[in-house]
T-cell receptor
């Protein structure tokens, strides 16, 4: 079974600075998908970024980028120019590459605090 | 507006009662999912459905049941057999294709008294 580990229960960063959230996973598959979701106090889960394992290029969405290290099974999220609205729980998730639907396996999350 | 709706936002039930949580989507997605979230935990998969009239158990299906009679709807019933039903429940949907990405509803907070 796949597992996803987020080793930082809580991180704090000054507004406008850069922070990196860590995620490692365990799988025997060679192809798969990885995601970062954000859960603000409203508890709505919001997709931040996704990465296909077969793509060597790291995904980027505006201020959010990932460092995907397939051999190390590592998938960290970098948030540049942190803003107060970035304060939330961040969850790393994994999905197998099956055709059709399949559930996500989530890590336990990292609580990100933005210091003004 | 396209999206996923869950109702109600907060739900209270007495121990031993079955309760059904609603999930509706108008995104024309084939696949739908139910997850449970406990404090300090990530989401865990309860059930998922790839198409109408078909569904599969997830990692923690015991004490729950689902139906998928319509593409738009995937209700979850929390039965009296579920030992610790108090939790936050999230519904999601996706196209179900290879590049599948799941989008989530706002969630229902269930408290069993």
């Amino acid at each position: 079974a796949q597992t996803v580990t987020q080793s930082q229960p809580e991180m704090s960063v000054q507004e406008a600075e850069t922070v990196t959230l860590s995620c490692t996973y365990d799988t025997s598959e060679s192809d798969y998908y990885l995601f970062w979701y954000k859960q603000p106090p409203s508890r709505q889960m919001i997709l931040v970024i996704r990465q296909e394992a077969y793509k060597q290029q790291n995904a980027t969405e505006n201020r959010f980028s990932v460092n995907f290290q397939k051999a190390a099974k590592s998938f960290s999220l970098k948030i540049s120019d942190s803003q107060l609205g970035d304060a939330a729980m961040y969850f790393c998730a994994y999905r197998r590459p099956l055709s059709g639907a399949d559930g996500l396996t989530f890590g336990k999350g990292t609580h990100l605090i933005i210091q003004p | 507006d396209g999206g996923i709706t869950q109702s109600p936002k907060y739900l209270f039930r007495k121990e031993g009662q079955n309760v059904t949580l609603s999930c509706e989507q108008n995104l024309n997605h084939d696949a739908m999912y139910w997850y449970r979230q406990d404090p300090g935990q990530g989401l865990r998969l309860i059930y998922y459905s790839q198409i109408v009239n078909d569904f599969q158990k997830g990692d923690i299906a015991e004490g729950y049941s689902v139906s998928r009679e319509k593409k738009e709807s995937f209700p979850l019933t929390v039965t009296s057999a579920q030992k610790n039903p108090t939790a936050f429940y999230l519904c999601a949907s996706s196209t179900g294709g290879l590049t599948d990405t799941q989008y989530f509803g706002p969630g229902t907070r269930l408290t069993v008294l």
